[in-house]
């Protein structure tokens, strides 16, 4: 299947998504009884995030869609460069055999100096497209963006390995800025324990990706039990877990869009990390933040 094909089903595919939700959410608003403030605001806060749930997890297909796409360009772009850089291939041999028997040949010593002459200018070459694409490219623009909406706020990044623990590392990082200590393979085993006991609130929102349809009670579980494993990425429904598990709101930074908050009714304080698509090649990516007092305090004192 082309990849305008594959497009075209993911948008409609989302697109019906996002009109089942809304159906839904209406009916959850028309049942809220006349005069109960406190009720519809519970069920607002719960419309909210199943709307950026389900925003967060079509931006994660759309990006799986766009590697998969680039896969095929960068395999092109590939053969190109090769090309460009063993000017012996097969090709030119059979050029050289059809060349007029009255042309002079070339030297060995010549014909190497012209081979590396041709290798140094596809080097150059090379090199200067890469330039550009690091001050045009995604990446670069998505980090420039995130950086501006930070200082903003007077923050900065602090870094995470891309492992696949970026998510529950962040939000160790975070913890530790107010002074609480639990590690990434604690708070894994922590929100494998939260999501098994809330079933019912999460388990409509983890569909079935060879399917499209809502896991089943044993798909639901085993994917519980996964995320106590080092390696394995968290997404949107983790991060409302990790809210409610550590009792503060998590407030997500993005390039592109609004800041997206999870878990309000958690508390006042936030754990503010940064999300990033384009970070490296692996996918989606966490990172988090620090006060640049606080960087600054750390750099005049000698600590790292």
Same mark, same amino acid.
């Given at each position: /299947?082309?990849?305008?094909?594959?497009?075209?089903?993911?948008i409609?595919? !989302?697109?019906?998504?996002?009109?089942?939700?809304?159906?839904?959410?209406?009916?959850?608003?028309?049942?809220?009884?006349?005069?109960?403030?406190?009720?519809?605001?519970?069920?607002?806060?719960?419309?909210?995030? /199943?709307?950026?749930?389900l925003?967060?997890?079509?931006?994660?297909?759309?990006?799986?869609?766009?590697?998969?796409?680039?896969?095929?360009?960068?395999?092109?772009?590939?053969?190109?460069?090769?090309?460009?850089?063993?000017?012996?291939?097969?090709?030119?041999?059979?050029?050289?055999?059809?060349?007029?028997?009255?042309?002079?040949?070339?030297?060995?010593?010549?014909k190497?100096?012209?081979?590396?002459?041709?290798?140094?200018? %596809?080097?150059?070459?090379?090199?200067?497209?890469?330039?550009?694409e690091?001050?045009?490219?995604?990446?670069?623009?998505?980090?420039?963006?995130i950086?501006?909406?930070?200082?903003?706020?007077?923050?900065?990044?602090?870094?995470?390995?891309?492992?696949?623990?970026?998510?529950?590392?962040?939000?160790?990082? !975070?913890?530790?800025?107010?002074?609480?200590? /639990?590690?990434?393979?604690?708070?894994?085993?922590?929100?494998?324990?939260?999501? /098994?006991?809330?079933?019912?609130?999460?388990?409509?929102?983890l569909?079935?990706? !060879?399917?499209?349809d809502m896991?089943?009670?044993?798909?639901?579980?085993?994917?519980c039990?996964?995320?106590?494993?080092?390696?394995?990425?968290?997404?949107?429904?983790?991060i409302?877990?990790? %809210?409610?598990?550590?009792?503060k709101?998590?407030?997500?930074? !993005?390039?592109?869009?609004?800041?997206?908050?999870?878990?309000?009714?958690?508390?006042?304080?936030?754990?503010?990390?940064?999300?990033?698509?384009?970070?490296?090649?692996?996918?989606?990516?966490?990172?988090?933040?620090?006060?640049?007092?606080?960087?600054?305090?750390?750099?005049?004192?000698g600590?790292?």
């Amino acid at each position: /299947m082309s990849s305008a094909s594959l497009d075209e089903e993911l948008i409609n595919r !989302q697109r019906q998504e996002r009109k089942d939700l809304l159906a839904l959410t209406q009916k959850m608003k028309h049942a809220v009884p006349k005069g109960d403030k406190k009720k519809k605001k519970d069920v607002n806060t719960e419309i909210s995030a /199943m709307l950026s749930n389900l925003d967060l997890k079509h931006e994660e297909e759309r990006k799986q869609l766009e590697v998969q796409c680039s896969t095929v360009i960068n395999e092109s772009n590939q053969s190109k460069t090769e090309e460009i850089l063993n000017p012996d291939n097969e090709a030119d041999s059979n050029l050289e055999e059809k060349l007029p028997t009255v042309t002079p040949k070339l030297s060995k010593a010549k014909k190497r100096r012209n081979k590396k002459a041709e290798n140094e200018k %596809a080097r150059e070459l090379a090199i200067s497209q890469q330039d550009s694409e690091n001050r045009t490219g995604a990446r670069y623009l998505e980090a420039k963006e995130i950086a501006n909406k930070l200082s903003q706020r007077n923050l900065t990044l602090h870094e995470v390995p891309p492992d696949g623990n970026c998510l529950f590392k962040a939000i160790e990082h !975070q913890l530790t800025t107010h002074n609480i200590n /639990m590690s990434a393979d604690l708070l894994r085993e922590a929100t494998s324990k939260y999501l /098994m006991e809330h079933k019912d609130e999460y388990q409509p929102f983890l569909m079935n990706p !060879q399917t499209d349809d809502m896991f089943t009670d044993s798909q639901y579980m085993e994917y519980c039990e996964n995320i106590k494993n080092p390696g394995v990425w968290g997404g949107q429904v983790e991060i409302q877990a990790l %809210a409610n598990i550590c009792g503060k709101p998590i407030e997500i930074i !993005q390039a592109h869009g609004p800041n997206i908050i999870s878990g309000e009714q958690a508390g006042d304080t936030k754990l503010i990390i940064s999300y990033h698509r384009h970070e490296f090649g692996l996918g989606a990516h966490y990172n988090s933040t620090l006060p640049k007092t606080t960087v600054l305090n750390l750099s005049g004192s000698g600590e790292v």
